[in-house]
T-cell receptor, first 115, second 112 residues
Framework: KAGVTQTPRYLIKTRGQQVTLSCSPI?????VSWYQQTPGQGLQFLFE???????NKGNFPGRFSGRQFSNSRSEMNVSTLELGDSALYLC??????????????FGPGTRLTVL | SQQGEEDPQALSIQEGENATMNCSYK?????LQWYRQNSGRGLVHLIL?????REKHSGRLRVTLDTSKKSSSLLITASRAADTASYFC????????????FGSGTQLTVLP
């Protein structure tokens, strides 16, 4: 089975712009979660989608949003980028509807740099 | 916010030695998981231990869980240079929230 894929792998944007990141989960996985990793804050949960519905949301401003499509692929969007949004964004998929109750499979991440 | 702390923050050992990393957390959990991350890449799941389990093994890995102390440890035996990575513990709370809450991580360096 192919693993979790994320596109693009690297992205450079300027302040004020918006960005869309994409994640394709492992085939058959319906739960997709997003995490932000920065040197200062570490790994932080953004949100989780299951069957096209946002089931859980972390403590991030409304500039961070996401969605999931019927084929379980997910996108996250960050609007009005700030310098502090520079981070590695990780997507993870899980095989059951219980999300984190089982192991999550992570993609390689998208490295976003905001200038 | 992060669930807890990992100790030590950095660990450097010789190949063949054992490496022990500790993790403390704050809330009641459904399970605790350990992940490995190689230099700025994705995370790889290592092992999951549920709240009703005390010890689990997988190959050269041994994980213990003490829910009364809200702590866990990861032991890597007979370490190899390829084990050099950051190791994170992550908890899933026993409430309705099911996301992983990560610790701060331990950077392990195994010297050949």
């Amino acid at each position: 089975k192919a693993g979790v894929t994320q596109t693009p792998r690297y992205l450079i944007k300027t302040r004020g712009q918006q960005v869309t990141l994409s994640c394709s989960p492992i085939s058959g996985h319906r739960s997709v979660s997003w995490y932000q990793q920065t040197p200062g804050q570490g790994l932080q949960f953004l949100f989780e989608y299951f069957s096209e519905t946002q089931r859980n949301k972390g403590n991030f401003p409304g500039r961070f949003s996401g969605r999931q499509f019927s084929n379980s692929r997910s996108e996250m969007n960050v609007s009005t980028l700030e310098l502090g949004d520079s981070a590695l964004y990780l997507c993870a998929s899980s095989s059951t509807g219980t999300g984190g109750y089982n192991e999550q499979f992570f993609g390689p991440g998208t490295r976003l740099t905001v200038l | 916010s992060q669930q807890g702390e990992e100790d030590p923050q950095a660990l450097s050992i010789q190949e063949g030695e054992n490496a022990t990393m500790n993790c403390s957390y704050k809330t009641s959990i459904n399970n605790l998981q350990w992940y490995r991350q190689n230099s700025g890449r994705g995370l790889v799941h290592l092992i999951l231990i549920r709240s009703n389990e005390r010890e689990k093994h997988s190959g050269r890995l041994r994980v213990t869980l003490d829910t009364s102390k809200k702590s866990s440890s990861l032991l890597i035996t007979a370490s190899r240079a390829a084990d050099t990575a950051s190791y994170f513990c992550a908890t899933v709370s026993s409430g309705s929230a099911r996301q992983l809450t990560f610790g701060s991580g331990t950077q392990l360096t195994v010297l050949p």
